[in-house]
């Protein structure tokens, strides 16, 4: 929802300052939407960090990242200015009520599969042992590049 430019470019921003850290920043990728597919399509990055925090204070400071920038849960899959997931965290596996890394659906997902291939397209998934390029070849890439990353 909004300006999704914008909204992508101040989470970065926020997101390197809050957790103290300079990301590489994929390319930004236009998508149809995933789930809901009736509204807007939607615009996507991945970012690798390195941070000195671990990962539940991590993860709650994305979220407050999210609700500082106006997100509000509708409904699932539902429209939104903003969503931050963390994908990995190096090899480690994280299942609790709040958190699951490797995100469970991201080898489904072009649109988070090819720009985690432009960060780090050397990465093999813990549990599926494929690069995101391998595991991009095995579903359809409905990616269309929105702008190149700086």
């Not at 920038?69 to 994280?94: A, N, Q, S, Y």
Request: glycine share 4%.
């Amino acid at each position: 929802m909004g300006n999704r430019y914008t909204y992508l470019k101040q989470a970065i921003e926020t997101i390197e300052q809050r957790l103290g850290a300079k990301a590489t920043v994929a390319h930004f990728y236009e998508t149809p939407p995933w789930g809901e597919v009736h509204q807007a399509r939607f615009l996507n990055t991945v970012l690798y960090l390195e941070v000195n925090y671990d990962v539940e204070e991590t993860h709650r400071i994305l979220k407050e990242i999210e609700v500082q920038l106006g997100k509000t849960k509708v409904r699932k899959w539902g429209p939104r200015c903003i969503d931050i997931d963390i994908l990995f965290w190096g090899e480690e596996e994280v299942n609790s009520a709040e958190l699951q890394i490797p995100h469970p659906h991201l080898h489904e997902r072009a649109f988070v599969l090819r720009p985690l291939a432009d960060v780090l397209p050397s990465f093999v998934h813990p549990v599926f042992k494929k690069s995101p390029g391998d595991m991009l070849q095995l579903i359809k890439d409905d990616t269309t590049v929105f702008c190149k990353s700086e």
